[in-house]
């Protein structure tokens, strides 16, 4: 028995994991597609601006204006206040005191839910109770209960915070006394109060409850699924309440609510846990939508964890810089001794040392011209690519040369092996894989090299090629000239020519200069 039931418990804690691993997937999903809700969201409110703006009847535009504050009301603080702002002002225009109390009433629940709680009460002290319809009651029973709350807490001063208290009881009782049973208002409280006194099985069933009635990608929603990941953060099941949590933050990024709290939540706890990245990620995410917002009560939340998180990921990142550089210092010594093995080796074999040493000098004359090339940021991974497969290849080569001369001489064939050395077979491959590599790296930097030198010679003398991909002599010598290898000892050994046929290449493209005497100097600010 006491072994199905540990079955049965790993089971549920697995499925747990897998359910939150697929939400957190979705999350990711829809922290990409932001924007793209966000762009929605503003184009609804567009549409609502531009038709306030085509009628000039008040009751018509406090009627828009007030389908404009609601879209707002969750997304944008300042623009929020702005057009509930303009509803009291055509309130008083119409002297409707029904329709000013109203827009005074929204513009109280606007303060007190983003922590302007003193700015609340004031607004709603304009109001008079007695004159307020039936259906605007409620809202200020919970406007000023929760201005009330909101004053209990934030205040240093325990003789207000006594007459707080008391204010905040008497307005929760006057509501609770006039809210029916199974509507939001009554159930979100009801629920509040089985929270408070731990009656953990009432609250959860109320909660599901009130799930049933709303939809993803509502503020409702995310609402709900926010307190019910409260309720499994005190029974300690904290897989489940991150869970909820992750549902509650997907909801507001679909319905674009900026005044959110799952996504920093979830921030503190990843945290805790130690997963830096997604904590970092999900922290500043958070930080963005508050100052989006200009939420006061998510600013004070997120500025106390924000620096945590963000100097723990700051001090991870700069552990895996340190791991990674004493990774590649590992890798560059070992590929030290391997370049030493490799030239001990092929040391030994004489027949073709003159080939092992060109072959050398050809890659130290890469790895030179590498070095240059690497000043440019933006393209120092493509040319580390380039040498590291270069480099590969060459010890490819010499491997298979060295099994050939081994087969040679374990056969005794010295004069095939005699043969074989005095080739110079290998050389001109190599010297052409070397010519085109180096061709295509250039114009991958320069692609514009050959109009630009064109551009520096008399129109008689343009040089003209059948493949703009391979360069002749005259401009791989300008090239190396632009790379700021000027000495023509350097071009012949890198090139394979002799020095006094560098002299002449030189000698011949600059007579066909516009400018002989400053074309070099040219050539190398192209």
């Not at 009782?173 to 939001?184: M, V």
């Not at 000098?361 to 040319?383: G, P, R, T």
């Amino acid at each position: 028995m006491q072994k199905l039931f540990i079955a049965l418990l790993f089971f549920n804690i697995l499925h747990s994991n897998n359910e939150l691993d697929s939400l957190s997937i979705q999350l990711e999903k829809e922290i990409q597609k932001k924007e793209f809700y966000d762009k929605q969201k503003e184009g609804r409110i567009q549409s609502l601006i531009e038709l306030c703006n085509k009628t000039n009847n008040l009751k018509e535009q406090y009627r828009i204006s007030n389908a404009i504050f609601e879209e707002y009301q969750f997304y944008s603080f300042n623009e929020a206040l702005q057009y509930i702002e303009k509803n009291i002002q055509i309130g008083k225009k119409l002297n409707n005191h029904l329709l000013l109390d109203e827009a005074k009433l929204k513009m109280g629940l606007l303060l007190v839910n983003t922590g302007r709680f003193k700015e609340s009460i004031d607004a709603l002290s304009e109001i008079d109770r007695n004159s307020l319809p039936e259906s605007l009651i409620n809202d200020y029973f919970i406007a000023q209960k929760e201005g009330y709350s909101g004053l209990a807490y934030n205040t240093a001063v325990n003789s207000n915070r006594l007459i707080y208290s008391k204010l905040y009881t008497a307005y929760q009782d006057s509501l609770y006394s006039r809210l029916k049973p199974n509507k939001e208002d009554a159930l979100r409280l009801k629920e509040k109060q089985y929270r408070d006194s731990r009656n953990l099985d009432m609250a959860f069933k109320i909660n599901s409850q009130r799930l049933e009635k709303v939809q993803m990608g509502s503020r409702l929603f995310s609402l709900i699924n926010f307190e019910r990941s409260l309720l499994y953060e005190l029974k300690n099941e904290f897989t489940k309440q991150k869970e909820y949590l992750t549902l509650s933050a997907i909801s507001d990024i679909q319905a674009s609510v900026k005044d959110n709290a799952s996504m920093g939540t979830l921030a503190k706890i990843l945290f805790t846990e130690g997963d830096i990245d997604r904590a970092h990620q999900y922290i500043n995410f958070s930080y963005d939508d508050a100052e989006f917002y200009n939420s006061r009560l998510r600013f004070v939340d997120i500025a106390n964890n924000m620096p945590l998180i963000t100097k723990a990921y700051e001090q991870k990142t700069a552990k895996q810089k340190h791991k990674l550089e004493y990774s590649l210092m590992f890798i560059s010594v070992l590929a030290a001794f391997l370049l030493v093995a490799i030239y001990s080796v092929y040391k030994q074999v004489k027949k073709v040392s003159r080939a092992r040493n060109e072959l050398k000098v050809a890659n130290e004359e890469l790895k030179s011209l590498y070095l240059e090339l690497s000043e440019v940021d933006k393209i120092k991974e493509h040319y580390i690519g380039n040498f590291l497969n270069l480099y590969s290849e060459y010890i490819t080569k010499l491997d298979v040369y060295r099994k050939l001369v081994s087969k040679y001489v374990n056969a005794n064939r010295i004069n095939a092996l005699l043969k074989l050395s005095k080739s110079k077979e290998l050389i001109n491959e190599e010297l052409q894989i070397f010519n085109k590599n180096f061709d295509n790296s250039f114009l991958h930097i320069h692609p514009s090299f050959v109009k630009d030198v064109n551009i520096l010679l008399k129109p008689e003398k343009q040089i003209v090629l059948t493949d703009y991909t391979i360069l002749n002599t005259e401009l791989r010598i300008l090239a190396l000239i632009k790379l700021g290898i000027t000495n023509s000892s350097r071009i012949a050994k890198i090139l394979r020519y002799s020095v006094n046929t560098i002299y002449n290449y030189r000698a011949s493209i600059n007579k066909s200069a516009i400018d002989k005497e400053n074309f070099e100097k040219m050539i190398k600010s192209i």
